[in-house]
């Protein structure tokens, strides 16, 4: 679209009324480094949240199974013990 | 010798994949390209729009983040690179617009002939007629401001700023014209009150 420029006017158009300064790429790439590091600390955060939310939760998870397994035993304990002397007579 | 930037190269900038440190440090080094290729463009732009050179660079640099940020969502097969960056410039300018806090250079208040008193003669009409300019530009209704601010950008054909501007081809260049021609009468009015 270079052959557009007919007047003052659109050579004051094309020209820009505002310039990019020189450190311009600089001060981007600075940001970008900077969004990248607040990412990468975001995904460690959240790894070792994790982390330390499957340790935490081991014990709890590992005491909820065995009280598990203890109602079990005891509710077949209880119909064992229902079906015995019905079965005796 | 300094390579010519292609477009090729510009979609390589957004679209490359991270996997490790090494192509990290590449992958900056390709958008580092891309963003002194563009930043011209983008700061002309926004120029057209009529921000400040304050303002506009707290939005170019917010652009080129947005770019890097959402670059593996750009498609090639879709719209050029270009096209791309541009819709996200004209909807951080609008979003600018929208928020209210958009801070115009008060041109009325702004002492030019204490500004540039030890300029040249010709260089302070230069820079009196750039302030006009800017002033008339922002008299101008956002879609035509718009359509003003694209259709200066070189990397751009107006079929791509019509797609911009989500709008035919040729309503984008009836848009122009119409705004060409009210900058000129405001421009106008402003040398006959000036005579």
Known sequence: MTDKYTDSLDVMLADGLVKSPDDFTKKVMHRISEHADIESS??????S????YLKNSLWPAAALATSAALGGFQVIAFIFGIWIPATAG | MESKFTSADAVAALSTDITGEDSQDSSAQRFGAFVEHYQHAVFGFLGRMGFSQADSEDIAQ??????WRYRRSYNPQKAQPSTWLFTIARNAAI??????RAVEVPLDTVDIAAETQHQPERQLQNEQTRLALAKALRQLPLDDRCAIALFYIDDLSSADAASILQCKTATFKTRLSRARNKLKLILDDRDEMND
């Open chain 2, 62 to 67: 917010e652009v080129f983040l947005k770019a």
């Open chain 1, 49 to 52: 949240l994790i982390g330390d």
């Open chain 1, 42 to 47: 975001r995904r460690l955060t959240t790894r």
């Open chain 2, 95 to 100: 979003s600018k617009f929208s928020s209210k």
